[in-house]
């Protein structure tokens, strides 16, 4: 049984770790916070850019761009999103899991030079560095940082290449943000753009809360859909007469760029919100580990000092009996 000094000790150093994992937990809710409303900031033009395409859609010409067109995949490119620092549980491994599956599936079809790499963020960043993968550039401030006119470039060069042939497909690795207590890792393809599957996208999102409790999420979902119900009886319908000028496929050309720059930048967000959520709940855990290991020393200690008291008096009462 350890001495009495060493239980205080540990109680000590406990104690000293909790207050980290505590400090951390709050600036992940705060920066949690800034992340969500940094979401519902972008909706409102999501919303508007889905209403017109989705009418677009329900027009009676078929119209088609080079960004939509499927072709034979010789050449691919993985967009993976992951967090610059760690402390995050397992965030950073679940992406890093799905980019070597995805780098794996493409390897026999392509080679491994024909699979390119654009890591946003340090920790894929490195090691994409260290598989030796084909790694198109070091993006880290985006993960700290998001910037639309930074996602913007990246994606001005990812049509381009795609436009002149030099990739054939683009897929995005990323979190979709749920709510602070369900991140849902994805993986879709960006280019060719499937118009009708984005369209048809799951954009739930709690953007009101940083509690992650399972009774608490289904509360808040239960009172959002009540919400939701009452907008759409207030909302009333815009008009979808579009008169196209000068036709469909010229306008098309203009809106695709526009949502594979949405698209982008909505991952960017969803992630940066999924890694801030992560390592809330990650410091949350750490912080309630340490409540019960404290339990227990202070219990241990009690115990042992309890016991030391003991053989105390006994050693007084047995000293006085001879």
Known sequence: MPSLKEIKGRIASVNSTRKITSAMKMVASSKLHHAQVAIQNMLPYETMLEHILKSFLAAEAEAHTIYDQERPVKRAALVVFSSNSSLCGGFNANVIKMMTHAVEKYAPEIGLENVEI?????????????????????????????????????????????????I???????????????????????????????????????????????????????????????????????????????????????????????????????????????????????????????????????????QAITNELLDLVGGSAQ
Do not use: W
């Not at 560095?129 to 470039?153: R, Y």
């Not at 954009?203 to 399972?214: G, Q, V």
């Not at 991952?267 to 992560?278: G, I, P, V, Y």
């Open 118 to 166: 654009y890591p946003i963020g340090r920790k894929v960043y490195e090691k994409a560095k260290k598989m030796g993968l084909n790694v198109q550039g070091e993006f880290s401030a985006l993960a700290d940082k998001p910037n639309v006119n930074e996602c913007i470039k990246i994606v001005m060069e990812l049509g381009e290449k795609f436009a002149e042939g030099k």
């Open 168 to 306: 054939d497909k683009v897929e995005l690795i990323y979190h979709h943000f749920k709510s602070a207590g369900s991140q849902i890792l994805t993986r879709k393809t960006f280019l060719p753009i499937d118009i009708e599957s984005e369209l048809k996208a799951d954009h739930e999102r709690d953007l009101t809360s940083i509690i992650a409790t399972k009774e608490s999420q289904e509360y808040l979902k239960k009172r959002g859909e009540r919400q939701t119900e009452r907008q759409e009886e207030k909302v009333k319908p815009l008009n979808d007469n579009f008169i196209v000028e000068p036709d469909m496929n010229t306008v098309l050309t203009e809106l695709l760029p526009k949502m594979a720059h949405l698209m982008f930048y909505t991952a960017l967000l969803d992630n940066n919100a999924s890694e801030h959520a992560a390592r809330m709940v990650a410091m949350q855990t750490a912080t309630d580990n340490a409540d019960e290991l404290l339990r227990e020393l202070s219990l241990q200690y009690n115990k042992g000092r309890q």
